[in-house]
Each structure stands twice: as structure tokens, then as C-alpha cells.
């Protein structure tokens, strides 16, 4: 079984960067497209970001598109999300998701595709 613990998470200005990493631990870490996740206070958990367990696909949320990035290292059993640029509306607490699949490029935006959670690290960004 794959247990995600996320790390990165804090308090920056707007205008700020932030890099969340998202360690996966447990048996190989192959196989698994990866997600990361938002929620704000009184919202619904919202898509961010994606990547194919192949590296080769990734997709992004139109609010983050050109700010933010998705990357993973297997030999590190990490997947990271680099976010630029950061504004106060970014603010929520942001989970890592991961998806056991077959399929090297496939890429899954919904909560309900995703078979595994983190407990989620707080960004809050300041204005």
C-alpha cells in the first residue's frame, strides 16, 4: 500500500513561490498517475494539477496554467509542484493524489478517479 505525506506548505506574499513535495511510500511507486488538489474554507476540492506515471503528459487547471508546475522524480518516489507567482486566492490546503494505472499517459482530473490521498499541507498567501 502507497502512503503520500505531503511537505512544503506555509505562509508567503503575494507574488511569492512555494515548491510542495509530495513523498510516496510503501511498495514501487511506478504505476500511479499523480494529482495535486485544493480546497479553500467552505469549498469544494478542486483539480490543480497532473502527471502520467510515464512523466510525459501533464494538465493544469486553468487558474494555475503558466504559474504553477508538476514534476516527479521515481528514483525519489516524489512528485513535486512548483507554484510561482502565488496569489491570496491560491490559499487552501493542497493534497497530493495518486491513481494506480496501466496506462503510462493517461492523466485524471476528478477526485473520484483517484485511489489514494495525503493529508494535505496549508498555503497561505498573503496580499
Known amino acids: 500500500q502507497v502512503q503520500l505525506v505531503e511537505s512544503g506548505g506555509g505562509l508567503v506574499q503575494a507574488g511569492g513561490s512555494l515548491r510542495l513535495s509530495c513523498l510516496a511510500s510503501?511498495?514501487?511507486?511506478?504505476?500511479?498517475?499523480m494529482g495535486w488538489f485544493r480546497q479553500a474554507p467552505v469549498k469544494e476540492r478542486e483539480f490543480v494539477a497532473t502527471?502520467?506515471?510515464?512523466?510525459?503528459?501533464?494538465y493544469y487547471a486553468d487558474s494555475v496554467k503558466g504559474r504553477f508546475t508538476i514534476s516527479g522524480d521515481n528514483a525519489k518516489n516524489t512528485v513535486y509542484l512548483q507554484m510561482n507567482s502565488l496569489k491570496p486566492e491560491d490559499t487552501a490546503v493542497y493534497y497530493c493524489?495518486?491513481?494506480?494505472?496501466?496506462?503510462?499517459?493517461?492523466?485524471?482530473?476528478?477526485?473520484?478517479?483517484?485511489?489514494?490521498w495525503g493529508q494535505g499541507t496549508q498555503v497561505t498567501v498573503s496580499s
Open positions: 502527471i502520467s506515471w510515464s512523466g510525459g503528459n501533464t
Open positions: 510503501g511498495r514501487t511507486f511506478s504505476n500511479y498517475a
Open positions: 493524489a495518486a491513481k494506480g494505472t496501466f496506462l503510462s499517459s493517461q492523466v485524471y482530473f476528478r477526485t473520484n478517479e483517484y485511489d489514494l
